[in-house]
Every structure is written in structure tokens, then in C-alpha cells.
């Protein structure tokens, strides 16, 4: 279904990004917008991982005890259609791109899924009454979020008394920590993305906003190590054209190379970190 959107500049460069960066999307990740999880000295494929990633969400919203969940930033819908498949849950996801929202709604018919539901919407701002979701996720999405405390408030309206959240996000440490150098290419990075909410998600700070949004019981969970070789498989593919980023110095217009190269040492470093917040209403 389509909802009206409040148009803005920032959305528009959102949906520019993910148009430009559609085929390495589809060629490298096979439609999937998210990372793997490689468990601890198991070796395993890239598509196994991606998998054991949308199954920690499973795991970590309880999906077995919940019916009505709210997939925030959906994307191409490969993980709401994975967990409506898996623990037979309706899922209402939504997506400010309509280009992928198309994508993931042809894939649930061709796949003949039936309870999950693709929507044009601004998280931020969704047209749904109070307190009706039983869980919200989201992967990887929130950093595009230009006013992050009030897409908290949002989904904090929209969860049911008892109901619970998780959300699979980037963190990075304070300005500071980086050098002059790390600091430039990851606000170009930043701009090329459109993901200026990431500078708001510091390290140990982003659960204190969850908790100034009224969430309860909030729980943080490092799994830097593993996602780091999900990262490193797309950084040994793109050295190549990350080559051609830097001499011409095109980080903002192609930055998924300097993301796959660059941020890889911040993640070996510490200095960008991935973790998934879990927290009750």
C-alpha cells in the first residue's frame, strides 16, 4: 500500500542511494541489505550467515510468542518474508523507497507469502494506531533516521504494553578517537549514504536514548566479531573499484567501496562497532 510521505531532500538523497548501489545489492548480497553473523570458528557461506542474522532476530524478539510485527526500513523485503516463513508471523514492513517496496511485494507473491504486507511509509511518521505491534525491528536502517529520538518515540507509540523491540545498528566511537584522516572519509561516507543519523549512535550512548524514549530493560549486545568477516568478504571484492574512488576522490558519490575498505579497519579498530538493542514498553 502507499501513504502519503512528507517529501524531503534527505529522503530523496536516501532513495538516490539505494538506486545507485541497487546492483552491487543484488550481485553481492542477492537482494539482502545487511550483514551476516559468523558464529565463532565455524565456517560457513555468506548466505548461511545472512540467514543466522535474521534468525538472531527470531531469537531475540521471542517471534514464537508474537503475531503482529512492524519491519522498519524493509528494504527488499528479504528478511520479513524469511521471518513471516520461519514463525508464521504478520508482518506489517515498511519502506520510504518505493522501488523497493515494489521489489519486495513481486517477491512475496512470487513466493506466494501471504502475511507479510509491504507499505510506503516513513517510519518516523506511520499512519497506525497506538500500541498495536506485539514487536518492531529493524537492520541497519536507523542510521538513516534524521531525528532519531522521534522515531524512538514512534515505534515506542506504536508498541504494545509488554512488547518488545530490537534493533540491529551501527554504533561509532567520538569524534576524537579518529584521526583527521577517518574522521573526513567517514562523514563523506556518511553524506554519500545519507546516514547522518550515525553520528548520534556513539558507543554506550544510543541505549540512553532508548530509555529516554520510555523503553525498559534495555540490553546491548556486541557482535562486531561477528560480522567482520562478512565485511571482509565484501571488502576483498570491491578493492578493486575502491582503487578508482580514491584517485578520483568520489567517496561521496560511490561510498559502498570506502564503506567495504575503509570501514573495516574502523571496525578491526574498534571505532565502529555493530550491535543489536533489545528493550521492552
Known amino acids: 500500500m ?7 531532500q534527505h529522503i530523496e538523497r536516501v532513495r538516490n542511494y539505494y538506486f545507485n548501489s541497487r546492483f552491487g545489492y543484488k550481485y553481492l548480497l542477492w537482494g539482502s541489505q545487511h550483514f551476516g553473523f559468523y558464529p565463532e570458528n565455524e565456517h560457513i557461506s555468506e548466505k548461511e550467515a545472512q ?47 518505493s522501488m523497493l517496496i515494489d ?45 532519531i529520538s522521534k522515531t524512538l518515540e514512534e515505534f515506542y507509540r506504536l508498541l504494545k504494553k509488554g512488547g518488545k523491540i530490537a534493533l540491529f545498528e551501527y554504533t561509532i566511537a567520538k569524534d576524537n578517537e579518529f584521526s583527521a584522516n577517518e574522521i573526513g572519509m567517514l562523514r563523506k561516507v556518511i553524506k554519500g549514504t545519507a546516514t547522518e543519523g550515525l553520528l548520534k549512535f556513539r558507543h554506550g550512548k544510543f541505549q540512553d536514548l532508548m530509555k529516554e524514549a520510555g523503553f525498559r530493560k534495555v540490553e546491548t549486545s556486541d557482535i562486531t566479531e561477528n560480522v567482520l568477516p562478512s565485511l571482509n568478504r565484501l571488502r576483498k571484492y570491491l578493492l578493486i573499484p575502491y582503487v578508482f574512488v580514491k584517485i578520483t576522490s568520489s567517496y561521496k558519490k560511490y561510498p559502498d567501496p570506502t564503506i567495504a575498505v575503509e570501514w573495516y579497519k574502523l571496525m578491526k579498530k574498534g571505532l565502529w562497532r555493530y550491535n543489536i538493542f533489545t528493550a521492552y514498553k
Open 2 to 8: 502507499v501513504y502519503k510521505i512528507q517529501e524531503t
Open 103 to 147: 521489489e519486495a511485494s513481486i517477491k512475496a507473491r512470487n513466493l506466494n507469502v501471504k502475511n507479510v504486507n509491504f507499505s510506503l511509509m516513513d517510519y518516523s511518521n506511520t499512519v497506525f494506531s497506538d500500541n498495536y505491534f506485539d514487536a518492531i525491528y529493524t537492520m541497519e536502517t536507523l542510521c538513516h533516521s534524521t531525528d
Open 51 to 97: 540467514a543466522l542474522m535474521q534468525d538472531l532476530i527470531g531469537e531475540k524478539l521471542n517471534l514464537s510468542n508474537f503475531k503482529i510485527v512492524l519491519d522498519a526500513g524493509c528494504g527488499r523485503g528479504i528478511v520479513a518474508i524469511y521471518l513471516a516463513n520461519k514463525f508464521d508471523c504478520d508482518i506489517e514492513a515498511i519502506d520510504i523507497t
